[in-house]
Nanobody
Protein backbone atom coordinates (compact mmCIF):
# COMPACT_ATOMS: atom_id res chain seq x y z
CA UNK A 1 0.00 0.00 0.00
CA UNK A 2 1.31 3.43 -0.92
CA UNK A 3 0.09 6.82 0.21
CA UNK A 4 0.79 9.81 -2.02
CA UNK A 5 0.27 13.18 -0.38
CA UNK A 6 0.17 16.49 -2.21
CA UNK A 7 -0.99 20.06 -1.84
CA UNK A 8 1.55 21.52 0.53
CA UNK A 9 3.34 24.77 -0.13
CA UNK A 10 4.00 28.31 1.03
CA UNK A 11 1.08 30.52 1.98
CA UNK A 12 0.63 33.77 3.84
CA UNK A 13 -1.09 33.88 7.20
CA UNK A 14 -4.84 33.87 6.74
CA UNK A 15 -4.60 31.92 3.52
CA UNK A 16 -5.82 28.47 2.59
CA UNK A 17 -4.42 25.19 1.31
CA UNK A 18 -5.96 21.86 0.46
CA UNK A 19 -4.02 18.68 1.07
CA UNK A 20 -4.81 15.40 -0.65
CA UNK A 21 -3.62 11.89 0.02
CA UNK A 22 -4.42 8.98 -2.25
CA UNK A 23 -3.97 5.38 -1.19
CA UNK A 24 -3.09 2.75 -3.77
CA UNK A 25 -2.05 -0.86 -3.84
CA UNK A 26 -3.56 -3.95 -2.28
CA UNK A 27 -6.21 -2.30 -0.18
CA UNK A 28 -9.02 -4.48 1.02
CA UNK A 29 -10.87 -1.73 2.79
CA UNK A 30 -9.90 1.37 4.70
CA UNK A 31 -11.21 2.07 8.15
CA UNK A 32 -9.75 5.29 9.44
CA UNK A 33 -7.94 8.03 7.53
CA UNK A 34 -6.16 10.84 9.29
CA UNK A 35 -3.76 13.74 9.03
CA UNK A 36 -0.91 14.31 11.46
CA UNK A 37 1.69 17.03 11.49
CA UNK A 38 5.17 17.50 12.85
CA UNK A 39 6.76 20.88 13.34
CA UNK A 40 10.55 21.26 13.67
CA UNK A 41 11.69 20.12 17.07
CA UNK A 42 8.25 18.87 18.07
CA UNK A 43 6.53 15.53 18.23
CA UNK A 44 4.11 14.37 15.58
CA UNK A 45 0.55 15.23 16.55
CA UNK A 46 -2.90 14.32 15.31
CA UNK A 47 -4.65 17.05 13.31
CA UNK A 48 -7.87 15.36 12.23
CA UNK A 49 -9.28 11.92 11.49
CA UNK A 50 -12.29 10.48 9.74
CA UNK A 51 -13.77 7.00 9.94
CA UNK A 52 -15.27 5.04 7.06
CA UNK A 53 -18.68 6.06 8.40
CA UNK A 54 -17.73 9.72 8.07
CA UNK A 55 -17.28 10.48 11.76
CA UNK A 56 -14.69 13.21 12.24
CA UNK A 57 -12.50 14.35 15.11
CA UNK A 58 -10.27 17.40 15.24
CA UNK A 59 -7.49 18.66 17.42
CA UNK A 60 -8.53 21.71 19.39
CA UNK A 61 -5.93 23.87 17.68
CA UNK A 62 -7.52 23.41 14.22
CA UNK A 63 -11.19 23.11 15.09
CA UNK A 64 -13.38 25.36 12.91
CA UNK A 65 -10.43 26.18 10.62
CA UNK A 66 -9.66 22.79 9.05
CA UNK A 67 -12.02 20.28 7.48
CA UNK A 68 -11.21 16.64 6.80
CA UNK A 69 -13.11 14.69 4.19
CA UNK A 70 -12.68 11.53 2.15
CA UNK A 71 -13.71 9.99 -1.14
CA UNK A 72 -14.07 6.27 -0.58
CA UNK A 73 -14.35 5.58 -4.31
CA UNK A 74 -10.85 7.01 -4.77
CA UNK A 75 -9.35 5.93 -1.41
CA UNK A 76 -8.44 9.57 -0.93
CA UNK A 77 -8.49 11.82 2.11
CA UNK A 78 -8.46 15.60 2.00
CA UNK A 79 -7.64 18.35 4.47
CA UNK A 80 -9.01 21.79 3.72
CA UNK A 81 -7.04 24.29 5.76
CA UNK A 82 -8.38 27.83 6.13
CA UNK A 83 -7.26 30.82 8.20
CA UNK A 84 -3.75 29.41 8.36
CA UNK A 85 -1.41 30.65 11.04
CA UNK A 86 2.40 30.64 11.20
CA UNK A 87 2.15 28.02 13.96
CA UNK A 88 0.50 25.67 11.45
CA UNK A 89 3.87 25.38 9.70
CA UNK A 90 4.83 21.70 9.70
CA UNK A 91 5.21 18.59 7.63
CA UNK A 92 1.77 17.06 7.25
CA UNK A 93 1.46 13.28 7.05
CA UNK A 94 -1.51 11.23 6.02
CA UNK A 95 -2.23 8.03 7.90
CA UNK A 96 -4.44 5.11 7.01
CA UNK A 97 -5.66 2.18 9.08
CA UNK A 98 -7.21 -0.63 7.07
CA UNK A 99 -10.07 -2.93 8.01
CA UNK A 100 -7.43 -5.54 8.82
CA UNK A 101 -5.83 -3.07 11.28
CA UNK A 102 -2.72 -2.44 9.23
CA UNK A 103 -1.35 1.09 9.43
CA UNK A 104 0.36 3.08 6.71
CA UNK A 105 1.99 6.51 6.53
CA UNK A 106 2.45 8.88 3.63
CA UNK A 107 5.74 10.58 2.88
CA UNK A 108 4.67 13.98 4.21
CA UNK A 109 4.02 17.29 2.56
CA UNK A 110 5.46 20.57 3.84
CA UNK A 111 3.17 23.44 4.73
CA UNK A 112 4.83 26.77 5.42
CA UNK A 113 2.79 29.73 6.64
CA UNK A 114 4.50 33.10 6.55
CA UNK A 115 3.54 35.95 8.84
Amino acid sequence: VQLQASGGGLVQAGGSLRLSCAASGSIFGINRMAWYRQAPGKQRELVARITNAGTTNYADFVRSRFTISRDNTKNTVYLQMNSLKPEDTAVYYCNVITLTSREYWGQGTLVTVSS
